[in-house]
């Protein structure tokens, strides 16, 4: 059989295709990455958000029964500010890893669309190497079938001079 005249250029598709496997697994694993990330800092936000309230719940009990002065009030108070403002300082990491998510999950999607364009150029080419194939062996038993009949024609006229 001859050899197929775009082999290189099936070759490079196939490459391609590989590649953009890849990029798409890289992208998933950074896109997982990225929510774990989120999820950890949303984490991290409760349990800031429990202590401040659990503290805050402490230091009213110790008011009340008298074991915190009011002088220490203002200190105690002034602490849960403190984690408030911690809080908002997390809340705008969190955002900011939110948008980290969604950059990575458009990347996927990028990484998505180029595979599924690789796959489909490297099936169009190897259906055009099948339907070449099909052409070659088409042709060659048509010669053969030719040959055939010459060889039949050949010993026909052969007999009959004889």
């Known amino acids: 059989m ?3 005249r ?3 250029l099936l070759e490079i598709r196939e490459r391609a ?9 890289d992208a998933m694993n950074a896109l997982e990455d990225e929510k774990k990330t989120l999820a950890a800092l949303e984490q991290e936000l409760e349990d800031m958000i429990a202590d401040r309230l659990r503290r805050r ?3 009213a009990a110790k008011l009340a029964s008298g074991e915190m002065k ?3 009030q203002s200190a105690a108070y002034r602490f849960i500010d403190r984690l408030k403002e911690r809080e908002e300082e997390q809340r705008g990491r969190i ?6 998510v969604r950059e990575a999950e458009k990347a996927l999607k990028r990484a998505q669309d180029a595979l599924i364009e690789a796959t489909q150029d490297l099936k169009a080419l190897l259906k055009h190497k099948e339907n070449w194939e099909a052409e070659i062996k088409k042709v060659r038993k048509q010669r053969e079938a030719d040959q055939l009949d010459e060889i039949a024609q050949t010993i026909y006229q052969q007999r009959n001079r004889n």
């Not at 295709?17 to 697994?25: G, P, T, Y």
């Open 2 to 4: 001859p050899k197929y």
């Open 17 to 25: 295709e590989e590649e953009a496997k890849q990029h798409f697994a």
């Open 70 to 72: 009011i002088t220490d």
């Open 57 to 59: 719940e402490e230091y």
């Open 6 to 8: 775009l082999q290189a």
């Open 95 to 100: 955002d900011a890893q939110q948008e980290q």
